[in-house]
């Protein structure tokens, strides 16, 4: 719970003080007066959600510090009210340094399903000089399972990120006993750092996978059947992106609240803005019905007064995204793989197909990393995939959202080529549609390695020759395939509904993991 440089870009940000005290060799050195909040995002216990899918039978706060002690425990209710259930004074002679000492924590009233759960946090005023070694929220209720994690990482040319994340993984001792497996699958050049190779030399846990180049989508469905191929040596996959910072005590994190979880599900961990290291990108997400991911909690400020009452009670998910996400291989083998869609959706896509087969996705708070936000890399290839996936996703869940309209598709477009003058994105967006309306088995007949070398090359020259003469030429191509939609789009929904399990097998995939494999190959 508390500890020395706690988790934070800025350690400074996640746990408050007043007072001179000062981290010393992994404890805080106190002085009498001085008060220690963990009242922070990293540092509470988010009950509401451990009630709803992990329930504990008791619940205490251990401390292990020399001196004289006050302890307030405060539980904060989703309103932004507090009531404090806990003031307690302790004392530990200075000739019993570092003993612990068990805080019980008193159970929510007993509505607390109707929302009188929330979240915990503790606040520590020194009465006397002394040091806190350690604080943690413990219980005496057995975990219900044993929770094995193998690790899933892609990465297309990311050495200098690749190496940090390696890095942070292997060195971590806490999760020697938790990680069993990192397979890292370089769609890339081969490595050429001499640190990386270094690493994967020294952790026998470490298993390198070489295939060309299929996405964000390609290499973490690898991890998926690779993980798979071991029976029942993992629980659970650890899907993480290659380019994040990442504390890695939130794996032991997630791994204690999957030990007690009572039902299967995908646990998912919010995305930090990198730029802004206390703000909020995405904390899980759910989906409108006209088809528009809609973030939990974007933009919030973690360290806004009573920002974090926002996660006093969990809110209904459709997805989180594959940044950092926890999926149940047991769950995973039930149900068909990914379709070969490269990037973009194939978490939502994947989330809401596991959803349909009674396996919700919750984002635990406290469970984060940081990530290059998107908004700082702009590429006009990526509006191909998520529009293209967009229009995919709705034919074939027709029940859950619907598919675009002829007038919002041609907002759209138009909002591309009138109001922001982007040619290369309009161009994009166009192709989009156009290769939706194709239908999967042209579409996926082209080796997505191929095809995405060919966007990106598109994309570069469409961006070169963007200007204000060619706007009218894009108005025109804009209501062309916005006619051409409107007269294909159910039809062409239909045919995706019916023919997207066939790209969902095994040894489709297989055929793409090998750069061998021709397109005549996959028609067939």
Known sequence: ??????????????????????????????????????????????????????????????????????????????????????????????????????????????????????????????????????????????????????????????????????????????????????????????FAHPEIAATIAADHRITVIHQCNLGGCGGFTRCMVEALAEGDAFTHILLMDDDIVIDCRVIETSRAFLSYCVHPLVLGGAMLDRQQPTVVFESGARLSADNRVQAIARNLDLASERALSQFARPSAIDYNAWWFCLLPLAEVAKVALPAPIFLRGDDIEFGHRLARNGVPTVTLPGIAVWHEPFYARPIAWQKYYELRNRLIFAACYRDKVHLDTVGSLLGLLLNDVVLRGDGATFAMKALAVGDFLRGPEALFAERPDRRHARLAAMARGDQARNGPGRRLIQVAKALGVVTRYGVRRATAAAVWSANIDRWRRSDIWAKLWSSDAGEDELRR
Do not use: M
């Not at 996640?14 to 005290?21: D, F, H, P, V, Y």
């Not at 007066?33 to 963990?38: P, V």
């Open 1 to 190: 719970l508390i500890e020395s440089g706690a988790i934070s870009c800025r350690p400074d940000e996640s746990i408050r003080s007043e007072g001179a005290l000062a981290p010393v060799g992994g404890a805080f050195r106190l002085q009498a007066g001085d008060r220690l909040s963990a009242d922070s995002y990293f540092n509470s216990f988010y009950e509401a959600f451990w009630i709803a899918h992990a329930p504990l039978a008791d619940l205490a706060l251990r401390l292990s510090f020399g001196g004289a002690l006050t302890v307030t425990v405060y539980r904060e209710y989703a309103d932004g009210s507090r009531r404090q259930i806990v003031d307690q004074p302790i004392d530990a002679p200075a000739a019993a340094a570092g003993r612990s000492v068990l805080v019980p924590i008193p159970s929510p009233p007993a509505d607390a399903a109707a929302g009188r759960s929330g979240r915990l946090y503790a606040e520590i005023t020194a009465r006397s000089d002394g040091v806190l070694h350690d604080a943690a929220f413990v219980t005496s209720t057995a975990p219900r399972h044993a929770v094995r994690l193998a690790v899933g990482l892609c990465t297309y040319n990311r050495e200098a990120d690749i190496k940090e994340t390696l890095r942070a993984i292997t060195v971590a001792e806490d999760l020697r006993d938790t990680v069993h497996r990192v397979f890292l699958v370089n769609q890339g050049d081969p």
